[in-house]
């Protein structure tokens, strides 16, 4: 799976931080099924269907993940309260979440030396997905699946539909050229599962990546720094 790795151990011994270690060690142990690889493949043909529309087939992709929280997935009535703290952060200099977060992905593509890239934009928020669409549809892809909380759902295991959705989207994400990993809506610096997932995947080197809430927050203090000068 990689060069540097002759045996699990050697593996293990990088889990701690490299994406690179824990996707080897992802795709030693796991394959895709059948059902699952379907998807993929559906959910990739509608995205080269996209691109195509608009001769974007050949240039480089970054994916963009926001995690709003579980107040904006309407099944679960008792997490109401569970928001991305970013959200409130960014209202208050009357900035939307998408735009901050979209140009960390711009951020991320000018380091990589990437030019005119498609974003694949995932959110667990349906009005985010349609404002990152409208805010470039020529370069902003964002499907239409329905956001979906595995750990938190109430529908039966045995219905696989929801979860392979999930992993459809991570698994796209793993795809791209680069990625921009959601904070969590724990106030602090912990990162998106979702987002961490799909970048070890992914295997991503970690000049591929961008921590959306430090990106996020850097954009913040900067204008804070800019208003009181």
């Not at 997490?79 to 977060?101: E, K, R, T, Y």
Request: proline share 4%.
């Amino acid at each position: 799976c990689a060069p540097n790795y002759r045996a699990v151990r050697d593996v293990v011994s990088d889990m701690s931080g490299s994406h690179v270690g824990l996707g080897c060690m992802f795709w030693s142990l796991f394959e895709l099924g059948d059902e699952l690889t379907k998807k993929l493949r559906e959910g990739l043909d509608s995205f080269d269907r996209w691109k195509r529309a608009r001769g974007r087939q050949t240039l480089p992709v970054i994916a963009v993940h926001f995690r709003a929280g579980d107040k904006f997935l309407g099944f679960q009535s008792g997490f109401s309260g569970d928001l991305n703290p970013l959200i409130s952060d960014l209202s208050a200099q009357h900035s939307h979440p998408v735009s901050a977060i979209i140009q960390c992905a711009r951020d991320l593509e000018q380091r990589l030396g990437l030019t005119n890239s498609s974003y694949l934009f995932l959110s667990d928020h349906p009005h985010f997905r349609l404002q990152a669409q409208k805010w470039d549809p020529s370069r902003v892809y964002s499907r239409k699946a329905q956001p979906f909380h595995a750990g938190l759902s109430s529908i039966k295991n045995d219905d696989s539909a929801p979860y392979d959705a999930v992993w459809v989207e991570m698994l796209m994400a793993a795809l791209a050229d680069g990625i921009v990993i959601s904070p969590s809506t724990f106030r602090g610096t912990q990162l998106s599962g979702f987002s961490l997932v799909s970048a070890e995947v992914g295997m991503f080197r970690e000049e591929q990546i961008v921590n959306g809430w430090d990106c996020v927050r850097d954009t913040l203090r900067g204008r804070d720094a800019e208003s009181e000068s």
